[in-house]
């Protein structure tokens, strides 16, 4: 019933937390430019690719997960365009128990699911980075 709003309070966080990263990272390319007395060309250009963009494909995987599933519930009917938003809600305690309970079992397995995945995408992502710089290396 609502076990989407797991996954879609986590993507908010992550969100957040890519946004915050990214902007922490430009400003600490833009002084390693001004140390360096670099050329005002050298600044204009974008900074390294850092975590901020691994933290934003998982903002995306779970952003099109809420999405999906928002839309699904929306389908059969399990949310409404008024408040309370949620029909579990007008249905008394009994439903809101279960809402409650599936929120906790199915939202969060899925939440967890979708971070692992995102996981084992960065870490084949870091091996590949790590395989690409070894032979540059070995040829210096």
């Known amino acids: 019933m609502a076990c989407f709003l797991v996954p879609g309070t986590e993507a908010i966080v992550v969100t957040a937390a890519a946004l915050i ?24 250009t974008k900074a390294p690719a850092g975590f901020s963009r691994k933290l934003f494909w998982l903002a995306g995987l779970l ?7 928002a839309f699904e519930h929306l389908w059969h ?24 309970g599936e929120m906790m079992t199915v939202g969060v397995t899925m939440a967890v699911l979708v971070t692992v995945v995102w996981a084992a995408m960065v870490a084949v992502s870091v091996l590949i980075e790590k395989r690409a710089v070894s032979p540059a290396e070995a040829n210096a």
Not at 21 to 44: F, R, W
Not at 83 to 92: I, V
């Open 21 to 44: 990263l990214k902007k922490h990272e430009q400003v600490k390319y833009e002084s390693t430019i001004k140390l360096n007395n670099k050329s005002a060309a050298a600044m204009e």
């Open 63 to 69: 952003w099109g997960g809420v999405i999906l599933l």
């Open 77 to 100: 009917g399990e949310i409404q365009p008024f408040f309370p938003f949620l029909t579990a809600a007008t249905e008394g305690p009994e439903a809101v128990s279960e809402m409650l």
